[in-house]
């Protein structure tokens, strides 16, 4: 009996010792998977703190840079200094003349282009573009565009080329065809409209494309404006895009600007603009584009009406080579023509074609051969023949264009 207490005691005790044994592994498992969910949220929170100092360093917020720069040899079967003081009737006269591209038989350097675009901070991008050009310095853009406003709204401001018709916001490098459409010329003279100004976009939360713009700029645009006394252009367009099927792009605009012209009257510019691509696969396509402006510049005891279009069909056979056409009309040019008494002023116009081959996608070669009556030279209607070769170079960072 004595004996048999003893034992009972130890087998009582050993129950206890693993009981607690048991006891403790769990309270250890338990506090193995605290630590394991510690660990985790720390590292988590490590990594977001460590994200948002990359997102807010220095080297985050370093300008893309793109280098850009243009050239030609061109022959013509007009001298330079003639062909330096030719005249659109009705729209400029010889002492209006300033030619910007290709200038000259034998070579041009055009322009040497250099852009700058960065993220300033989560609410705005800056961009600017700075051009010179026959040793003329120019910034041609400089401005701010918000990142993230609500309801579908972007506003910009600074200088910047206006968003008015399909062809007025493009920069030379990336026409398709190295001479300025006879109507923006005409109209907008060499450097179109761009001027200093605010521009407020929406687009419209539908799953058709519908974007509507408004532009208040300075006005300093001397072709069809000039008016020095304070800001008085005002532009307005909507634009939109459809697709038809799986291959085919539709995209159309109506565009209106307002401002007061140089004898503090009104000038209005009404645009169509349209442009059709049909996508054959990755790499081949037919683009249509075609832009109407008319023009209506109040003077002081009359009024002028003149309009005119332009119309180019390119196909991209791949990435490397494409071919297109274009054609130039002033159709309507209802103004005081008593300058060019005795000279023939209808029907001016003028016939392009070109061929371009693209070794890789920042460099392009482009042939072109134009056919010109547009002009007039030395009191006489002239039928100006030109070939051009053309050589387009880009470097660095460079957003994609708009097709």
Sequence with gaps: MTKIIPLSMLFTLSLMADATLESIQKELETQKQKTATLESQVKALSSASTNQSASFSQNAYLPDIAFILDMSAVTRDVNNSAYNKYAIPGFMDSTDTEILFNPNRGFNLNYAEVALHSTVNPY??????????????????????????????????????????????????????????????????????????????????????????????????????????????????LKSSIDIGENISMLGG????????????????????????????????????SEYLQREKHLDTSTDKQDGFYSELIYEYNNNYSGGVRYDSITKNETDLSAYSGVDTDNLNRYTVMFEYKPFEMSRLRLSYTYDRSKIISDERRSINEVMLSLNIAAGAHSAHDY
């Design 124 to 237: 705005f991008d800056a961009f600017a573009v700075f051009h010179l050009q026959n040793n003329v310095f120019e910034i041609e853009e400089a401005y701010v565009i918000t990142r993230a406003l609500p309801m579908g709204l972007r506003v910009k401001a600074g200088k910047f080329r206006s968003n008015f018709g399909r062809l007025n916001k493009k920069h030379h490098h990336s026409w398709h065809f190295d001479s300025q459409a006879l109507i923006y010329e005409a109209l907008f003279g060499p450097d179109s409209l761009k001027d200093p100004g605010l521009q407020l976009q929406w687009i419209a939360p539908t799953d058709t494309y519908l974007m509507l713009g408004l532009e208040v700029m300075q006005g300093n645009n001397a072709q069809s404006f000039g008016y020095s006394e304070n800001a008085n252009l005002l532009v307005t367009y």
């Design 254 to 289: 109506v565009s209106y600007a307002k401002g007061k012209n140089a004898s503090a009257n009104q000038t209005d510019i009404y645009g169509i603009d349209f442009t059709l691509r049909n996508q054959f696969d990755s790499y081949s396509s037919l683009i249509w584009q």
